[in-house]
């Protein structure tokens, strides 16, 4: 597991004995990383720069190489997909082949440069984006780099679920945001998740939305399936563990809760998965480390996918 620092240091700890392996200053504060194989690696700096590590083992990181993402802007995401990374870096989104790092492609997720891209994640339909401040996430093509649908928060958290479709457009060119935005902003995204058929969406104001992606011709639509308040904190981590037999979506809503999140099977509509929740809570012990309480339940919610919206 490798770490990054604020002191321009990058960590490597090992995953079976929690020992750290070596650690290695960078031109810059890692601030976004990702790997391709336990021997490749790379990390988004501070500065604009990436750094990428080839001959990462046990005991060395190896030689580290250092090329220009944006100069001044840092790399504030990273996301592979196929031969591509994918950096983001201010509002903008630079593809580079993994093999050779040669640009092959460049656009603009927002007109407002200060809308860094916060995060990337793969899905079935193509690569969403958030933007630090915004209440947007957007769709975009992998092989076009074309946008093709985005949903605004905003619409759901200020006028309520309906039975109308969640207001979601889909376009070829990249439409204004007037939505608002700013890190005060309640219904700003501050994390997501991507599976299969759906995206979770957490918010500055502690709400977690849940949309459907729907296959449609020429690309996707989205319905909203639910909506919830966990906290009155940001919902800032969201984590789908990828056991086949026992899927789980884990919700980070505030300091010491955990939301634990699992499929089942609806007894009334088998044509309805019912996602229970309980919420564990974390707490610290004598030596100041955090622990979960596992036998601690403090609330359960249902989430119903079909005709009912908002529970």
């Not at 479709?165 to 005060?184: D, E, I, M, V, Y």
């Amino acid at each position: 597991m490798l770490l990054g620092t604020r002191t321009w240091t990058l960590l490597a700890f090992s995953t079976e004995t929690g020992n750290m392996l070596w650690s290695e200053m960078l031109g810059d504060s890692p601030i976004s990383l990702t790997s391709s194989s336990p021997s490749m690696a790379y990390a988004g700096l501070a500065d604009g720069r990436l750094a990428y590590l080839e001959e990462i083992s046990d005991n060395d990181p190896g030689p580290i190489k250092v090329i220009t993402i944006q100069e001044g802007l840092p790399v504030s995401s990273l996301l592979l997909v196929n031969d591509q990374l994918w950096c983001g870096s201010g509002s903008c989104v630079i593809v580079l082949n993994v093999q050779t790092f040669e640009e092959q492609g460049c656009f603009k997720t927002d007109y407002d440069p200060k809308k860094a891209v916060s995060r990337m994640m793969l899905g079935k339909h193509g690569v969403w984006t958030a933007a630090r401040g915004s209440t947007e996430i957007k769709l975009w093509h992998i092989e076009t780099f074309k946008q093709i649908v985005f949903f605004d928060s905003s619409s759901v958290l200020y006028q309520g679920l309906d039975t109308e479709p969640a207001k979601a457009r889909s376009s070829r060119s990249l439409p204004r945001n007037t939505s608002q935005s700013g890190s005060n902003n309640p219904c700003r995204v501050t994390s997501l998740l991507v599976t299969d058929e759906s995206v979770w969406i957490g918010t500055g104001g502690g709400h977690l939305i849940v949309l459907e992606v729907k296959d449609k011709i020429g690309g996707c639509s989205l319905q909203v399936r639910a909506l919830h308040k966990l906290s009155e904190d940001g919902v800032r981590c969201m984590v789908h563990s990828r056991l086949p037999k026992d899927p789980v979506i884990l919700t980070c809503p505030q300091r010491g809760l955990i939301n634990l999140w699992r499929p089942e099977e609806d007894e009334e509509d088998a044509t309805k998965t019912v996602w229970k929740s309980i919420t564990v809570q974390c707490i610290e012990n004598a030596e100041g480390l955090d622990i979960f309480k596992t036998n601690t339940t403090t609330t359960t919610t249902t989430t119903v996918w079909g005709e009912k919206y908002w529970e």
